[in-house]
């Protein structure tokens, strides 16, 4: 058995900014990601962020993730396991970790769950043809590894994600032959897909993919306009000649160990499903167990930058270590974020976050 | 500027940026420098249109041009007239929504600069084709710089001289290909 003041489950940017606040505040902190590499879904992030200086807006998320991860591993408070998956979480707060095909059981005084999300899919006829892959993937092959997916793309969303993965793909040499959107409106910022558009990707809202066809593999798709009312419009059809379909059709909170651990949580779409009941220090319902990112509610890194601050300087705080200045370290970080919650875009999220309050 | 309530009316009146990602003649109207100032030389013009939670390019000038943010949700204001078209807001855009122009580049010629980061970069002299908001190509353009210093961090910015007619159309390029 190991013990550690806090354990913190992920190292996106949520468990990443945790570590390095409460080791701050002096704790000694034990950090835990199943990838070979620190960074969360940020490593993937080529493009310049949104957001206020303090969060590092116009930064690439790529850099500020070799910042993080560099700080991080070079804090001696802080031990990192890489290559570490959490399998279960035990009535006794054991803490059940698989690496490097060994057992290792963590006993810590306060966990941080921040383990973000899992991708959606989508159903439709022949969606299991090789060449269908989620956003996520595709931007792993294109930006981690450094493999194209295809030629040509259909992509399937454009919601934020959808529209910065088009991007890369063009970055990449990758053509997108359009982006589609079963909505009415466009959920990505206004500025990113117009920067899309003017490189020669059209986006068609309210059109959703019908079928795709292939044989062996994917050959191409048939796409289809959507009535007020969600309905296919007979006659709309549209078919593209495409290898590949990204389908970026959102991300769902990953609460595995929330569940196991009892946390009392509730459906809230605006969230993007089943997330953990918390209160304003980020506690769930089980005392000691915090939540910080995305696995919380589907937001972004500078949110999750932000509340991974907010649950590492509290669960420091709860095992008695202080800053003089710990007061206006938290107050500081709640303005953040209300003021990234603030405008009509944050509204979803204000609104899912009035139903989970403890 | 009516924006997200747009939402809740009747299909037709959808904002038209909102689906198509292409901003309208009335949205550009709204960020377009004066003919007066247009005709003093460089400036900025800043097509960003939506309420989101973003700041650099008010902290990037630093002649104050861009009005103080009261909310980080604010659009940007910019003041044409203290702006001298020096571009530093320019790369810091995360949304790529800033361009500068120039009218008084030549008697035949207007000057756009515009943020880039696709490969190949095109290399000064080359005639590129001149893309509009929409993706289509509507003549060619000339690249007179490009600018990509590791300041720039991946945002290279590239010098564009149009005809004169194109300065409020052309806001991306594409290198021809090699025949
Ligand atoms: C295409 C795209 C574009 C984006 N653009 C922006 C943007 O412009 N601005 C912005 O602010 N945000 C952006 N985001 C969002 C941002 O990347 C996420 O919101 C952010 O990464 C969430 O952080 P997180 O720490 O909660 O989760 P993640 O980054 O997902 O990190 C979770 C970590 O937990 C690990 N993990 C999960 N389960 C386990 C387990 N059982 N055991 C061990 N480890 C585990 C995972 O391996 C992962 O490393 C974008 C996201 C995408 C996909
Ligand atoms: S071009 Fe220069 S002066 Fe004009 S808004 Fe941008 S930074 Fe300010
Ligand atoms: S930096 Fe760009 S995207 Fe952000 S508010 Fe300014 S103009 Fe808009």
Same mark, same amino acid.
């Given at each position: 058995?190991?013990?550690?003041?806090?354990?913190?489950?992920?190292?996106?940017?949520? &468990?990443?900014?945790?570590?390095?606040?409460?080791?701050? #505040?002096?704790?000694?902190?034990?950090?835990?990601?199943?990838?070979?590499?620190? &960074?969360?879904?940020?490593?993937?992030?080529?493009?310049?962020?949104?957001?206020?200086?303090?969060?590092?807006?116009?930064?690439? $998320?790529?850099?500020?993730?070799?910042?993080?991860? +560099?700080?991080?591993?070079?804090?001696?408070?802080?031990?990192?396991?890489?290559?570490?998956?959490?399998? &279960?979480?035990?009535?006794?707060?054991?803490?059940?970790?698989?690496?490097?095909?060994?057992?290792?059981?963590?006993?810590?005084?306060?966990?941080?769950? +921040?383990?973000?999300?899992?991708?959606?899919?989508?159903?439709?006829?022949?969606?299991?043809?090789?060449?269908?892959? @989620?956003?996520?993937?595709?931007?792993?092959?294109?930006?981690?590894? !450094?493999?194209?997916?295809?030629?040509?793309?259909?992509?399937? $969303?454009?919601?934020?994600?959808?529209?910065?993965?088009?991007?890369?793909?063009?970055?990449?040499?990758?053509?997108?032959?359009?982006?589609?959107?079963?909505?009415?409106?466009? $959920?990505?910022?206004?500025?990113?897909?117009?920067?899309?558009?003017?490189?020669?990707?059209?986006?068609?809202?309210?059109? %959703?993919?019908?079928?795709?066809?292939?044989?062996?593999?994917?050959?191409?798709?048939?796409?289809?306009?959507?009535?007020?009312?969600?309905?296919?419009?007979?006659?709309?059809?549209?078919?593209?000649?495409?290898?590949?379909?990204? #389908?970026?059709? &959102?991300?769902?909170?990953?609460?595995?160990?929330?569940?196991?651990?009892?946390?009392?949580?509730?459906?809230?779409?605006?969230?993007?499903?089943?997330?953990? /009941?918390?209160?304003?220090?980020?506690?769930?319902?089980?005392? $000691?167990?915090?939540?910080?990112?995305?696995?919380?509610?589907?937001?972004?890194?500078?949110?999750?930058?932000?509340?991974?601050?907010? +649950?590492?300087?509290?669960?420091?705080?709860?095992? @008695?270590?202080?800053?003089?200045?710990?007061?206006?370290?938290?107050?500081?970080?709640?303005?953040?974020?209300?003021? /990234?919650?603030? !405008?009509?875009?944050?509204?979803?999220?204000?609104?899912?976050?009035?139903?989970?309050?403890? | 500027?009516?924006?997200?309530?747009?939402?809740? #009316?009747?299909?037709?009146?959808?904002?038209?940026?909102?689906?198509?990602?292409?901003?309208?003649?009335?949205?550009?109207?709204?960020?377009?420098?004066?003919?007066?100032?247009?005709?003093?030389?460089?400036?900025?013009?800043?097509?960003?249109?939506?309420?989101?939670?973003?700041?650099?390019?008010?902290?990037?000038?630093?002649?104050?041009?861009?009005?103080?943010?009261?909310?980080?949700?604010?659009?940007?204001?910019?003041?044409?007239?203290?702006?001298?078209?020096?571009?530093?807001?320019?790369?810091?855009?995360?949304?790529?929504?800033?361009?500068?122009?120039?009218?008084?580049?030549?008697?035949?010629?207007?000057?756009?600069?515009?943020?880039?980061?696709?490969?190949?970069?095109?290399?000064?002299?080359?005639?590129?084709?001149?893309?509009?908001?929409?993706?289509? %190509?509507?003549?060619?353009?000339?690249?007179?710089?490009?600018?990509?210093?590791?300041?720039?961090?991946?945002?290279?910015?590239?010098?564009? +001289?149009?005809?004169?007619?194109?300065?409020?159309?052309?806001?991306?390029?594409?290198?021809?290909?090699?025949?």
């Amino acid at each position: 058995m190991r013990y550690t003041e806090i354990c913190i489950i992920g190292g996106g940017p949520a &468990g990443l900014t945790a570590a390095l606040k409460a080791a701050g #505040l002096g704790a000694e902190v034990t950090l835990v990601d199943r990838n070979d590499y620190l &960074g969360g879904q940020l490593i993937k992030q080529t493009h310049r962020f949104f957001g206020s200086k303090q969060q590092r807006a116009s930064e690439r $998320g790529i850099n500020i993730a070799r910042e993080l991860s +560099a700080a991080v591993l070079n804090n001696d408070k802080i031990k990192v396991l890489t290559e570490a998956t959490v399998l &279960g979480y035990y009535e006794d707060g054991v803490v059940a970790v698989e690496q490097h095909d060994k057992f290792i059981k963590i006993k810590p005084q306060k966990l941080i769950v +921040a383990t973000g999300g899992a991708e959606k899919t989508l159903a439709f006829p022949n969606n299991d043809l090789p060449g269908i892959y @989620g956003a996520g993937a595709v931007q792993t092959l294109v930006n981690v590894n !450094g493999v194209k997916p295809g030629k040509k793309v259909l992509m399937v $969303g454009a919601g934020n994600i959808g529209v910065i993965v088009s991007y890369q793909l063009i970055q990449a040499g990758v053509e997108v032959a359009a982006i589609i959107e079963a909505a009415p409106t466009i $959920g990505a910022y206004w500025v990113h897909a117009s920067k899309v558009v003017r490189a020669g990707v059209p986006i068609y809202t309210s059109h %959703t993919i019908k079928r795709a066809w292939g044989d062996q593999e994917l050959e191409g798709a048939t796409v289809v306009k959507l009535d007020e009312n969600w309905q296919p419009i007979a006659g709309t059809e549209i078919d593209f000649d495409v290898d590949v379909i990204c #389908l970026s059709v &959102g991300l769902s909170p990953l609460t595995e160990l929330l569940w196991q651990a009892g946390c009392k949580m509730a459906y809230v779409p605006e969230l993007c499903g089943h997330v953990p /009941l918390r209160n304003e220090n980020l506690e769930t319902s089980i005392p $000691g167990i915090y939540v910080a990112g995305d696995v919380g509610g589907i937001e972004e890194a500078s949110a999750a930058m932000m509340e991974g601050a907010l +649950a590492g300087l509290n669960a420091a705080k709860s095992l @008695g270590y202080h800053a003089p200045d710990f007061a206006e370290q938290r107050a500081g970080v709640l303005k953040e974020l209300e003021g /990234l919650r603030s !405008g009509p875009v944050g509204e979803k999220i204000r609104s899912g976050l009035a139903k989970v309050v403890l | 500027m009516p924006e997200v309530r747009f939402l809740f #009316l009747g299909r037709e009146e959808f904002n038209v940026l909102a689906r198509t990602g292409v901003p309208t003649a009335e949205d550009i109207a709204e960020v377009m420098p004066s003919k007066e100032r247009l005709a003093k030389g460089a400036v900025a013009m800043i097509e960003c249109f939506q309420k989101i939670p973003c700041d650099p390019c008010y902290h990037s000038c630093k002649r104050q041009a861009i009005q103080p943010f009261a909310d980080i949700n604010d659009r940007p204001r910019l003041d044409h007239d203290k702006c001298n078209g020096c571009a530093m807001c320019l790369s810091r855009c995360p949304g790529l929504a800033i361009f500068i122009i120039d009218q008084t580049y030549s008697a035949d010629k207007a000057l756009i600069k515009i943020p880039y980061e696709y490969l190949p970069l095109p290399a000064e002299g080359h005639v590129v084709d001149a893309v509009n908001r929409a993706g289509q %190509t509507v003549g060619e353009a000339q690249v007179v710089k490009v600018q990509s210093s590791e300041k720039l961090e991946g945002t290279n910015i590239v010098w564009l +001289a149009v005809p004169h007619h194109l300065a409020m159309e052309v806001r991306h390029f594409k290198v021809k290909e090699v025949r």
